[in-house]
C-alpha cells in the first residue's frame, strides 16, 4: 500500500534562511508525487508535482523539490524563507491513472518563520 | 477560471443530527473527491466520484455517503452525528480521466458538532 512519512512535525526557520522539508514515501510502482500548502483556515495549494523526466522540478513561490528514486525520497525545498512562507505543508503520492488509487497525504509539516 | 466551491464555510449541529455539504467543481473537471482533515489523523481520504459513479472510496464507517451530480457538483452527507466528525471537509477536484493531474482543493467546510 501507498504511505508518505513526512518525519518532522514542525520546523521553525529565520527568515531569510534556507528551508528543507522532507517527506518519503512508499510505492509499489513509478509515484506520482505532489507537494501542498496550507495556510490557516484555507484549502491546499498546489506548489509542485513530479511525475517523470527531470528529477529537479520547480514550483510556484521559489519552492523546488527533488525525486530521489534511491532514497525513496521527494524533499521540499526553498532557498531564503519568507514570513507569509508560515504554514502547513504536505506531500502526497498517487498512482500514474487517474482512478487507479486515491492521493496518500502525509501528516504534514508546519512551518514557523521567525523575523 | 474559478476554482473549487465548497458551502457552506461554517456550520454547526448537534450530536445525532445529519449533514449535507456541497461543493462545485472546477468547470470541466469530471473528477470530485472528499477528505476529512483532523488534526490529529491528518487528511483521510472519504470518496472520489467520477461521472456520478463512485469510484474509490476510503475507510469510513457508512454514514458518510457522497453523490455527484451531472454537471459534476458533489454533496456528501454525514448522518447521526457524532463529536468526532468535528472536522474540516475539504472537497478537491481534477479533470479525473487519463494520467493522473493535480486536484485542485477547495478552501473547506469547518463543521462542529456540539
Known amino acids: 500500500a501507498q504511505s508518505v512519512t513526512q518525519p518532522d512535525i514542525h520546523i521553525t526557520v529565520s527568515e531569510g534562511a534556507s528551508l528543507e522539508l522532507r517527506c518519503n514515501y512508499s510505492?509499489?510502482?513509478?509515484?506520482?508525487l505532489f507537494w501542498y500548502v496550507q495556510s490557516p483556515g484555507q484549502g491546499l495549494q498546489l506548489l509542485l508535482k513530479?511525475?517523470?523526466?527531470?528529477?529537479l522540478v520547480q514550483g510556484i513561490k521559489g519552492f523546488e523539490a527533488e525525486f530521489k528514486r534511491s532514497q525513496s525520497s521527494f524533499n521540499l525545498r526553498k532557498p531564503s524563507v519568507h514570513w507569509s512562507d508560515a504554514a502547513e505543508y504536505f506531500c502526497?503520492?498517487?498512482?500514474?491513472?487517474?482512478?487507479?488509487?486515491?492521493?496518500?497525504f502525509g501528516k504534514g509539516t508546519r512551518l514557523s518563520v521567525i523575523a | 477560471k474559478a476554482g473549487v466551491t465548497q458551502t457552506p464555510r461554517y456550520l454547526i449541529k448537534t450530536r445525532g443530527q445529519q449533514v449535507t455539504l456541497s461543493c462545485s467543481p472546477i468547470?470541466?473537471?469530471?473528477?470530485v473527491s472528499w477528505y476529512q482533515q483532523t488534526p490529529g489523523q491528518g487528511l483521510q481520504f472519504l470518496f472520489e466520484?467520477?461521472?456520478?459513479?463512485?469510484?474509490n472510496k476510503g475507510n469510513f464507517p457508512g454514514r458518510f455517503s457522497g453523490r455527484q451530480f451531472s454537471n459534476s457538483r458533489s454533496e456528501m452527507n454525514v448522518s447521526t452525528l457524532e463529536l468526532g466528525d468535528s472536522a474540516l471537509y475539504l472537497c478537491?477536484?481534477?479533470?479525473?480521466?487519463?494520467?493522473?493531474?493535480?486536484?485542485?482543493f477547495g478552501d473547506g467546510t469547518r463543521l462542529s458538532i456540539l
Open positions: 478537491a477536484s481534477s479533470q479525473g480521466t487519463g494520467e493522473r493531474q493535480p486536484q485542485h
Open positions: 510505492y509499489g510502482a513509478t509515484p506520482y
Open positions: 513530479y511525475f517523470s523526466g527531470d528529477t
Open positions: 502526497a503520492v498517487g498512482a500514474l491513472l487517474s482512478g487507479n488509487t486515491p492521493l496518500v
Open positions: 468547470s470541466g473537471h469530471r473528477s
Open positions: 466520484y467520477f461521472s456520478e459513479t463512485q469510484r
